[in-house]
C-alpha cells in the first residue's frame, strides 16, 4: 500500500532567522496546496479553560482534552478540524507537508496532521514544546484517514516546520515514528519529502530499533532518517518536489543576509519553480507569511491571503498579486471576520458515515467575491491590471504598517490592532465590487 502513488499534492514550508533575515526576527511562511475546488478559511479560536475529563473532537477521532488551549489564528480547509498553518498567542507557527514512507499508510480514522498542527498551536506555549505535544499525540493515537474531500481516500504521512521568537524546528514522520532538527540559524525549508538526514536532534524512542526490524538499516554507520525511511522508489509527485526543495533552498540562499516578510511573498508567488502550483487538479489555497521578533515586547504580525493562488493570473504578468496578504495580531477584543468564515451544515457530509458522499458549497464571502474578480482579471485585462494594482497598494500598506509597528516608529495602539484583520478584508471586499 506505501508505494502506490498518491493523487498529486504539493505544499512547502520555509523559515528564516538570523543571520539570514534583515532584522532581528524569525520569519515563517507556508503555500497550502490542496484540491483546486477546496476553500481554506481562517478561524480565530480564543484561549480557553477546560473541565478534567473533558473531550475535543479532532476531525475524526475524540480525544482528551489539555487543562488549557492558547488562542490560535488558523488557515485551513473548511470541512476539518485541523488546520493546514497557524499561529498562537505566544508566537509559534506551525505547517506540514504530506509525504509517503516506507511506513504502511493508516486508511483508519486517526489523526490527521493538519489535526497535529492546531493541537500543537493549541497546547504548545514554544515551538519545542509543540513538537513535544504533537509527537506525543503521534505516538499514542498515530496517523491516518483521509486529507481529501472526496469518497476516495487520500492518505499521507506528514512533515511539519514549527517556529518561534527564537528558533525552529523540522519534525518528520513515518507512522508513529519520528525525528526531528533543530534550527536555531540561518534558513531551512520543507517539501514533500523526508529531508532530515543525519542531524537529528530527537527522535522516536524506537526509531532505530524499527529500522533495523525491518532490514532498512544494518546498524552499522550513521543513521539518515530520510535514507532509511524514504520509498526506495519514489511516486512521482514526490519525486518532483525534489526539484521544489531545491530551488526553494536555492531563493533562500540568494536572499540569505536580506530577507524580510516581502522575500518570503515572493518565495511563495514563484510559479516557475513550482513552489506556487495551479495544475493537475491542485492548487495555492491559502498562503501565510508571519514575523516573529525576537524583541518579546513587539508584537508577532501574521499574514494570511484566506484566498487561492498567489501570483498573477497569466494574462497579467506584470504584477503579481492575485492574492491579498492581509495582517493579523493576538491582542484583547478581536474583531470577529464572518467574511472569511466558510458556513456550517447541519448535515455535512465530512460528519456523516459514510463520508463524502454528497458535496457542500463552502465558499465565504471573501472567496466568492475573489472568484468574481478573477474572472474580471481574465476577461478585461486594463481593468484586472488597475485592480490588481489596487490590491497590490493595499498589502503594501499592510508591510508598512508592520515595518513602522516593529521599528518602534509608531506606539501599538490595541484598539486599532484589534480590529486589523477585519479592515484590511472589508477594504479588499469593496475593491471586489
Not at 190 to 203: F, H, Y
Request: aromatic content about 8%; hydrophobic content about 40%; proline content about 6%.
Amino acid at each position: 500500500m506505501a508505494e502506490r502513488d498518491p493523487a498529486p499534492s504539493s505544499c512547502d514550508c520555509f523559515v528564516a532567522l538570523p543571520p539570514h533575515t534583515a532584522a532581528p526576527v524569525v520569519i515563517f511562511g507556508k503555500n497550502a496546496d490542496r484540491p483546486c475546488h477546496e476553500v481554506q478559511e481562517v478561524v480565530y479560536v480564543p484561549a480557553a479553560i477546560h473541565q478534567p475529563g473533558d473531550k475535543v473532537q479532532c476531525t475524526y477521532l475524540e480525544i482528551e482534552q489539555a487543562e488549557r488551549t492558547h488562542a490560535v489564528v488558523l488557515s485551513r480547509p473548511a470541512w476539518l478540524w485541523g488546520a493546514e498553518m497557524g499561529a498562537n498567542e505566544h508566537g509559534v507557527c506551525v505547517g506540514n507537508e504530506g509525504v509517503w514512507t516506507r511506513e504502511p499508510l493508516g486508511e483508519d480514522e486517526a489523526l490527521l496532521g493538519m489535526d497535529l498542527v492546531r493541537l500543537g498551536l493549541e497546547r504548545g506555549s514554544s515551538a519545542r514544546e509543540a513538537l513535544e505535544v504533537m509527537v506525543a499525540l503521534l505516538e499514542r493515537y498515530g496517523q491516518g484517514g483521509s486529507c481529501k474531500e472526496e469518497p476516495e481516500p487520500f492518505v499521507y504521512h506528514n512533515t511539519f516546520l514549527l517556529a518561534d521568537r527564537v528558533e525552529a524546528w523540522v519534525l518528520e514522520t513515518a507512522g508513529r515514528y519520528w525525528a526531528a532538527q533543530q534550527i536555531r540559524e540561518g534558513s531551512r525549508n520543507i517539501s514533500n519529502q523526508l529531508s532530515i538526514g543525519r542531524e537529528i536532534t530527537a527522535e522516536h524512542a524506537g526509531l532505530r530499533q524499527r529500522a533495523r526490524s525491518q532490514g532498512w538499516w544494518s546498524g552499522d554507520g550513521e543513521f539518515s532518517f530520510a535514507e532509511v525511511f524514504s520509498l526506495t522508489h519514489q511516486p512521482a509527485r514526490m519525486e518532483a518536489a525534489k526539484a521544489r526543495y531545491r530551488a526553494g533552498k536555492e531563493l533562500l540562499r540568494q536572499h540569505a543576509g536580506h530577507i524580510t516578510a516581502e522575500t518570503f511573498m515572493a518565495i511563495l508567488r514563484d510559479k516557475a519553480s513550482g513552489i506556487c502550483v495551479d495544475s493537475e487538479g491542485f492548487r495555492t489555497a491559502g498562503s501565510m507569511v508571519s514575523v516573529l521578533p525576537q524583541d518579546p515586547t513587539l508584537p508577532c504580525v501574521h499574514f494570511f491571503t484566506a484566498t487561492p493562488d498567489p501570483s498573477s493570473p497569466r494574462a497579467l504578468v506584470l504584477l503579481s498579486g492575485r492574492s491579498v496578504f492581509k495582517p493579523f495580531v493576538f491582542v484583547a477584543g478581536l474583531k470577529p471576520v464572518p467574511q472569511v468564515r466558510s458556513p456550517t451544515f447541519r448535515d455535512d457530509p465530512a460528519k456523516q458515515i459514510p463520508r463524502f458522499q454528497s458535496t457542500v458549497d463552502r465558499r465565504h464571502e471573501l472567496y466568492r467575491r475573489h472568484q468574481a474578480a478573477l474572472e474580471l482579471m481574465e476577461r478585461d485585462q486594463e481593468q484586472g491590471q488597475k485592480l490588481l494594482q489596487t490590491l497590490r497598494d493595499l498589502e503594501k500598506q499592510g508591510l508598512e504598517g508592520m515595518n513602522a509597528l516593529l521599528g518602534g516608529m509608531v506606539a501599538p495602539r490595541p484598539e486599532e490592532l484589534a480590529d486589523l484583520f477585519f479592515d484590511c478584508v472589508e477594504a479588499e471586499m469593496k475593491f471586489y465590487t
